[in-house]
């Protein structure tokens, strides 16, 4: 049984930093891409960042230079360092887990966590 464990969120000020970590179990983790979105209330999900196997990234255009993924296949563990965040960051931040390269699309992600709540105050 696949699982994935989303954990670090909580509430921090505008230009604080969080680092959020996945966790994965009941899956070969590092032959995966794994992809962190967000969704806000009344808003679609969106696609924040995502790694690949072989270590490739992509970005959001409204994180980049400020949110850093990173992976530690030994610890089956993926991590969303998010620096200079926004009140616009509000969101519950899911990853997830897939085997195609194109991240940054929802349907390419067989695996889904729970979420974890990220709130930006101003």
């Given at each position: 049984?696949v699982?994935?464990?989303?954990?670090?969120g909580?509430?921090v000020?505008?230009?604080g930093?969080l680092?959020l970590s996945c966790t994965?179990s009941?899956l070969?983790?590092?032959?995966?891409?794994?992809?962190?979105?967000?969704q806000?209330?009344?808003k679609?999900?969106?696609?924040v960042a995502?790694?690949r196997?072989?270590?490739?990234?992509?970005?959001?255009?409204?994180?980049?230079?400020r949110?850093?993924?990173?992976?530690?296949?030994?610890?089956?563990?993926?991590?969303?360092?998010?620096?200079?965040?926004?009140?616009?960051?509000?969101?519950?931040?899911?990853?997830?887990?897939?085997?195609?390269?194109?991240?940054?699309l929802?349907s390419?992600?067989?695996y889904?966590?729970q979420g974890?709540?990220?709130?930006?105050?101003?």
């Open positions: 049984q699982q994935l464990v989303e954990s670090g909580e509430l000020q505008a230009g930093s680092r994965g009941g070969t983790f590092s032959s995966y891409s794994i992809g962190w979105f967000r806000a209330p009344g679609e999900r969106e696609f995502g790694i196997s072989g270590d490739n990234t992509a970005y959001a255009d409204s994180v980049k230079g949110f850093t993924i990173s992976r530690d296949n030994a610890k089956n563990t993926v991590y969303l360092q998010m620096n200079t965040l926004r009140p616009e960051d509000t969101a519950v931040y899911y990853c997830a887990a897939g085997r195609s390269a194109l991240m940054a929802v390419t992600y067989g889904w966590g974890t709540q990220v709130t930006v105050s101003s």
